[in-house]
């Protein structure tokens, strides 16, 4: 998933515009996890209609997106005109605010459509005219809208405490309201607002640079496989190659491309220092204690649950070394490497399943949600939210699109009849659930769940996918790979992403103390971490020092604290999968509440209700406890299989 939200410090609804027009990828796209896009040569005109989303349940024409399009500017300039009279009377804040989200939610269904549309063949001119069209129109009512919130901040708060007992209807706006005024301390007067809104132009500079060089300008390693293939090393051919079942071909890959990396370490290490500096500018300026507070209040999230996330990995370091001995065992070698990680555990299963065949599959392994969760992937199905297979020209990868509000979610898919692709399946219609949940039970302005709890439905869904699936299954290898994978799954999302998460702390303290850093540095620090990660002094895996430049492959470090996420959702999602397996009925509404409340809490609050404190070592600890039942179960069929 993409991050555009980092230096959100009052949640704007414009702000919010941009949040929620993210789209989900496939969980392949986790930090240092990049896949490879689709390739196939069918025209989208090819492919029967009922595989393809329906867009025109949002607009029956473009005719109709383009009167919409006719109507919009003149609904910003009305915007525009409630300026100065917000603190005026209850009424006008409410009048202002109602008129403003209803803008916003039709903005989003417009820019929905015209993207869709788009992404359904990028090739096409015009879709790709009217998604940059959509662009547009968001940045010109973005400078309408942009005077809100700091106008609901000028409103004094006892006066704002009286609005809200005279005009009752104010209260859909509170959690949005309360959002603005929670980061009140850290705002500085209008001047000195205006001198960081001028600064902002600097920012984002070090991550384009480092975007465009580490994309475009920076030379590749070529290699020759032992097939006498030659391969030019970018990061789509890495991401393939590293996985090779040649254990020569892997080592040559990754000491190749992560030696060519090495060759820039100076200046990849000037970029990540700048944005570094980037976040302690915000820190300072904004008057909070560290990097890492100033970037999670932006979602009202405790320091404390990051630290514990980070405490917690490394208490429980012996479970991944388990996975890591068991990778060694079940790879029939003396001494693991890093360049074996993404070596495959079994050979030569090919899982095939038709569409229809995984989306039943996905409908049984959700049949435990109740009725109202089934009868709605039903009418997915039928509906038509879902894009399914892969045409030329179609955007790759899967995501879900929850932003037209009065209509439905969207799902865009590259089905393949991979194993892989029904996991796909699960994890994007989780996403879609929440959406719809959220969007049935929520006013807009609070329908769009917070980015700690994306990916909590998600992988929740997968987790569930997973135990359904074992239980249909006998054949000894194909429940290895369907266990394996999990294991993998849990290595990359959960620690691995939390060993980012560590070095980023480690970075951002130290330039909290006042030294400088530099790609020498970074590299330093890295290599201690992945060490003490994979094991090397206690012979679990062999870390070489060529990947201690791994660092400068992980774009996420200039997203701003944003991994954490990824191993959070796990373990949340981990937990609440069980607690459905083995709760019962209770459980299950629970759940349904949690996906239907949106973001009219906070993040922490609304897991909390449904028993998940993050704050607390006991979602870590269950997620251990799977992943050690999954090793035992993997253990005996090893034994048993001899
Ligand atoms: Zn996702």
């Known amino acids: 998933m993409k991050s555009y939200i980092n230096n959100i410090k009052t949640l704007s609804i414009v702000m919010m515009s941009i949040f929620m027009l993210m789209k989900c990828t496939a969980p392949v796209d986790k930090a240092g996890e990049a896949g490879n896009g689709t390739q196939t040569s069918k025209e989208r005109a090819d492919i029967p209609e009922n595989y393809k989303w329906k867009l025109t349940d949002m607009y029956a024409t473009q005719a109709d997106w383009e009167k919409a399009k006719e109507a919009l500017p003149a609904k910003f300039e009305k915007v525009a005109n409630y300026k100065g009279t917000l603190g005026k009377s209850a009424s006008n804040l409410f009048n202002a605010l109602e008129y403003l989200e209803g803008v916003v939610k039709e903005l989003f269904m417009f820019g929905s459509y015209a993207s869709m549309l788009s992404d359904s063949d990028i090739r096409e001119s015009e879709p790709l005219g009217m998604d940059q069209e959509a662009n547009q129109l968001y940045t010109k009512f973005g400078a309408a809208a942009a005077y809100i919130d700091p106008e609901i901040l000028s409103i004094p708060e006892h006066k704002l405490n009286r609005f809200f007992k005279t005009e009752p209807k104010l209260e859909k706006y509170r959690q949005y309201i309360d959002n603005v005024y929670r980061v009140k301390t850290h705002t500085r007067n209008a001047s000195e607002e205006n001198l960081i809104a001028e600064a902002g132009i600097m920012q984002g500079n070090s991550n384009s640079i480092y975007s ?5 300008e920076m030379p590749r390693a070529e290699v020759t496989l032992a097939s006498g293939d030659k391969v030019v090393l970018d990061a789509s051919t890495y991401a393939l190659q590293r996985a090779s079942t040649n254990r020569e071909d892997r080592k040559l890959v990754f000491e190749s491309f992560f030696g060519k990396l090495d060759e820039f370490k100076m200046t990849l290490g000037t970029q990540l220092y700048g944005k570094v500096k980037e976040n302690m500018f915000v820190k300072n300026v904004r008057n909070y204690n560290s990097c890492l507070e100033a970037s999670l209040n932006s979602n009202n999230i405790p320091t404390s649950v990051y630290h514990k996330l980070i405490e917690n990995a490394n208490k429980n370091l012996p479970t991944l070394h388990r996975y890591l001995d068991l990778k060694k065992r079940m790879m029939g070698v003396d001494e693991l490497h890093y360049y074996d990680i993404y070596a495959p555990l079994v050979n030569d299963v090919d899982l095939k399943y038709s569409y229809e065949e995984g989306y039943d599959m ?11 969760y089934v009868n709605t992937l039903q009418e997915a199905f039928d509906g038509r939210w879902i894009d399914v297979y892969p045409n030329a020209g179609k ?4 995501y879900s699109n929850g932003s037209a509000y009065n209509v439905h979610p969207y799902i ?14 699960a994890h994007e219609l989780g996403h879609t659930m929440h959406s719809y949940f959220s969007n049935k039970n929520q006013p807009f302005i609070n329908a769009n769940y917070p980015i700690f709890l994306a990916e909590v439905a998600s992988t929740a869904n997968e987790a569930l996918l997973m135990d359904h699936v074992l239980k249909q299954i006998d054949d000894p290898q194909i429940k290895l790979s369907i266990l394996g994978n999990y294991l993998e799954n849990a290595r990359a999302t959960l620690f691995r992403q939390t060993q980012f998460a560590e070095f980023e702390l480690k970075i951002h303290e130290l330039a909290e103390k006042g030294e400088s850093l530099t790609g020498e540095k970074f590299s330093e620090i890295y290599l201690e971490i992945l060490k003490k990660y994979y094991g090397h002094e206690d012979g679990v895996m062999v870390i070489d020092d060529v990947y201690a430049i791994e660092w400068a492959y992980i774009p996420h470090f200039y997203y701003n604290f944003y991994v954490f996420q990824y191993s959070t959702s796990f373990t949340a999602s981990t937990m609440l999968a069980e607690q459905m397996l083995n709760g019962g009925e209770e459980m299950v509404d629970n759940y349904i509440d949690f996906l239907s409340s949106g973001s009219s809490e906070y993040a922490i609050p609304t897991l909390k209700k449904v028993g998940i404190d993050m704050e607390t070592d006991e979602p870590f600890e269950v997620t ?3 992943m050690n039942k999954v090793m035992d179960n993997i253990e005996a069929i090893l034994d048993e299989i001899g």
């Open 412 to 425: 865009l898919l590259n089905y393949n009849g991979q194993y892989e692709d029904v996991g796909t399946l």
């Open 212 to 216: 465009v060089f580490s994309n475009a």
């Open 624 to 626: 251990m406890a799977r």
């Open 395 to 398: 955007r790759s990868g899967a």
């Open 362 to 372: 996905v409908k049984k392994a959700l049949a435990v949600l109740g009725d109202e």
